[in-house]
């Protein structure tokens, strides 16, 4: 059976705004391919530990050296909004 | 006499030894076929002539000092994911159309300090998801065999742009098949390494755990030297292997005798693989054996599973890199968003294209409250089986072997209305992402639609020169004469 997703929450989550007919079209396409996805459940058993990367390598660091980095122009050269030397977006907070 | 753009790397760099060729007239060989078949083809986003025209003047400034590498002079295309310093770089995507990235991507780097030269940026699917190339929002890419059909995907353009002789080298990527697959069926050898092997600075994300970067060449001389020239530690990428980088060209001649070759029976005799893939994988694995090969039938056994764990672990891993995407630092923003989070869903909603769409939705619902452990938790378990399967089959056999793709390539829009079909065409090549070992496609046969099969070579973590000489014996032995149609058709 189709999976059933609430497709306004999970596009609320993701940050897209979806068409009525997107919405329609995903709910019912994810519906079919979690079904098929679901089958990975068929053989996970519970002692089997999971794999995040495959070849898995931890503290990797590198030498703490001082080295030129991007320039606060080359950084906000590619913005589709600047001012005064920053992004600059629309408001964030409720106006009281 | 071949067209300079039509020889291999190691070809070019003789002519450039013995002074029959320069680097200038290999790019404008490069350059003219672009002119010639790109209206038709559409590998490229971007032709970068006047960076071309300066690095082809440098790389003989380095011939003639003597101080020339394998890869100076050649003439190399890079996948759109790539970023390259002050030229436009869009993944494919409408949402990155303005970017310019301000740093060079590591393989590029390399290959730039080597005195290749660029020809251009190739079209692929947006920020490579997809099998088939048209799920870029620029233009679809045509098969240089066969105009109505896909080159595959997403590295579409760069396998396009290689077999059509408008780029002698290409660099792509391979998270689920990416390199390997439009190898196949533009008939020409891609090569995807070990994880970790080439470093992914630079590289515009899809899903981190599984993205690879791979190469496109004529040949599997090519395929090693190219390798070795973008291989190797990088401290700009935590994933990056510190292990040395060994000399590829070193062993490839030294044949198979002796060689334990398994067969993944189970991918021949599937349903959906198609008879003239089916024949030629057969008839190649002959070649083997005859050259000395042990051969024998090995399996995968969860490989079925691979393709379901997959779906779950890409599009997780998408719906978290594709979060900076919110039209901010750079790229595109729509316009009349009323607060911030309006203005990231306007931009997202009208910036990504259907199929990342689709995969961001799958992922975040896989990621989400209640749902993380049945999903994403048990894909995680089955990509430890797939690497199990590869750890035990690997015990009794050197290499395994089987079709890269279960068929040649398919027409413009035949899977596009049906993900899943769409899906079902990387069905050999995801499991060796999951378990980052590394493969290679070269072409073993034509079919009888006309179209060239490929041929998969799987190896060992890191052992990379097995599979390159194993692929390396069979070319030789096969002595295929790949040439797309399409170039005679137009007289080039």
């Known amino acids: 059976m189709p999976v059933e997703i609430d497709v306004d929450h999970v596009a609320r989550l993701a940050r897209l705004s979806l068409t009525i007919e997107e919405k329609e079209r995903f709910r019912r ?68 | 006499m071949a067209e300079l753009c039509d020889l291999t790397g190691h070809e070019l760099a003789e002519a450039y030894r013995t002074g029959e060729a320069t680097p200038t007239e290999a790019w404008q060989s490069c350059l003219r076929r672009i002119q010639a078949v790109d209206g038709r083809v559409g590998a490229f986003l971007l032709v970068t002539e006047d960076e071309a025209g300066k690095q082809a003047s440098r790389a003989e400034d380095r011939l003639s000092r ?57 079209n692929c699917d947006e920020f490579a998801m997809g099998s088939s190339t048209e799920n870029s929002a620029f233009w679809p890419v045509h098969n240089p065999w066969n105009l109505d059909t896909v080159p595959g995907g997403s590295s579409g353009g760069s396998g396009a742009a290689v077999a059509a002789g408008e780029a002698v080298w290409a660099l792509g990527t391979d998270t689920g098949g990416s390199v390997r697959q439009p190898a196949a069926l533009c008939g020409v050898v891609g090569l995807k390494p070990t994880y970790g092997r080439i470093s992914r600075y630079g590289l515009i994300a899809f899903a981190s755990s599984l993205d690879h970067i791979g190469t496109f ?46 067969v993944i029976e189970d991918w021949l005799t599937m349903e959906g693989v198609q008879t003239g893939v089916r024949d030629s994988v057969q008839e190649a694995v002959s070649r083997l054996e005859a050259l000395g090969a042990s051969v024998d039938a090995a399996s995968l056994p969860h490989a079925d599973y691979a393709l379901s764990a997959y779906y779950l672990i890409a599009p997780a891993e998408c719906s978290s890199n594709l979060a900076r995407y919110d039209g901010v630092r750079y790229g595109f923003r729509a316009p009349g968003g009323s607060d911030v989070v309006d203005m990231n869903m ?36 089955v990509r430890t089986l797939v690497i199990r399967d590869y750890q035990a089959a690997f015990e009794r056999f050197d290499v395994l072997v089987g079709p890269t793709s279960p068929t040649t390539a398919f027409r413009l829009g035949e899977k596009t ?76």
């Open chain 1, 29 to 96: 396409q994810l519906g079919v391919i979690l079904e098929h996805a679901e089958r990975v459940g068929e053989v996970a058993a519970e002692d089997i530990p999971p794999t995040s990367h495959p070849i898995p390598r931890s503290n990797v660091f590198r030498s703490d050296e001082l080295r030129p980095c991007l320039t606060r122009e080359d950084a906000l050269a590619t913005a589709p909004e600047v001012e005064d030397g920053r992004f600059k977006v629309p408001r964030i907070v409720e106006q009281g």
């Open chain 2, 417 to 492: 209305g049906d993900p899943l079909a769409m899906y079902l065409s990387d069905i050999f090549t995801i499991p060796s992402d999951l378990s980052g070992t590394p493969a290679i496609s070269i072409p073993c046969g034509v079919a009888s639609d006309g179209l060239p099969v490929g041929f998969q070579v799987m190896g060992r973590l890191l052992d990379e020169a097995t599979i390159l000489r194993t692929a390396f014996a069979l070319e030789q032995d096969l002595a295929l004469d790949l040439r797309p149609p399409l170039l005679d058709s137009l007289g080039v």
């Open chain 2, 217 to 262: 060449t004529r040949d599997v001389r090519d395929a090693a030297t190219l390798l070795g020239a973008v291989a190797g530690h990088d401290p700009c990428d935590a994933t990056s292997l510190p292990d040395p980088v060994p000399d590829y060209g070193d062993r490839l001649e030294s044949g198979v005798r002796g060689l334990r070759v398994g």
């Open chain 2, 66 to 122: 003597n101080a020339a590498s394998p890869a100076t002079g050649i003439p190399v295309a890079l996948k759109d994911v790539l970023c390259t310093k002050g030229i436009r770089s869009t993944a494919g995507s409408k949402i990155l159309e303005p970017y310019v990235p301000p740093y060079d991507c590591t393989p590029w780097t390399r290959l730039r300090g080597d005195g290749a030269v660029l020809v251009g940026k190739t």
């Open chain 2, 346 to 381: 306007r931009t997202r909603g009208a910036g990504f294209g259907d199929e990342v769409k689709r995969r961001i939705m799958l992922g975040t619902y896989s990621l989400s409250a209640g749902y993380y452990d049945a999903y994403y938790g048990q894909a995680q378990k």
